[in-house]
Nanobody, 125 residues
């Protein structure tokens, strides 16, 4: 069964850092764009960041630019989202999605084929 699984969420103080991971099983991420999304209580899911299948093209939401970094390690079939200078408004369930795409493209919309169950990130003192 092909799926992606998020991990690495937790409780962190404002200003702290956290790295969440998106691991694929049942398929290789090599030819897939990966997107990170988040959904806070009472809000719609929003795109946070994405990376194309080659790892050379990345996009970020304005709210996280300069604080979050997306990267991929195809040898580990995993994509990471490094989050720094975390704010309470970053609190949400973080989801990753995977979509087979040509290099050079990664959508920030929810048009992905595989989704994980999410990992909770809570920023609070």
């Amino acid at each position: 069964q092909s799926q992606v699984v998020e991990s690495g969420g937790g409780l962190v103080q404002p200003g702290g850092s956290l790295r969440v991971s998106c691991a694929a099983s049942g398929f290789t991420l090599d030819y897939h764009a990966i997107g990170w999304f988040r959904q806070a209580p009472g809000k719609e899911r929003e795109g946070v960041s994405c990376v194309d299948s080659s790892g050379t093209v990345t996009n970020y939401a304005d709210s996280v630019k300069g604080r979050f970094t997306i990267s991929r390690d195809n040898s580990k079939n995993t994509v990471y989202l490094e989050m720094t200078s975390l704010k309470p408004e970053d609190t949400a369930v973080y989801y990753c999605g995977a979509k087979m795409m040509f290099p050079g493209m990664c959508p920030m919309t929810s048009d992905y084929d595989y989704w994980g169950q999410g990992t909770q990130v809570t920023v609070s003192s």
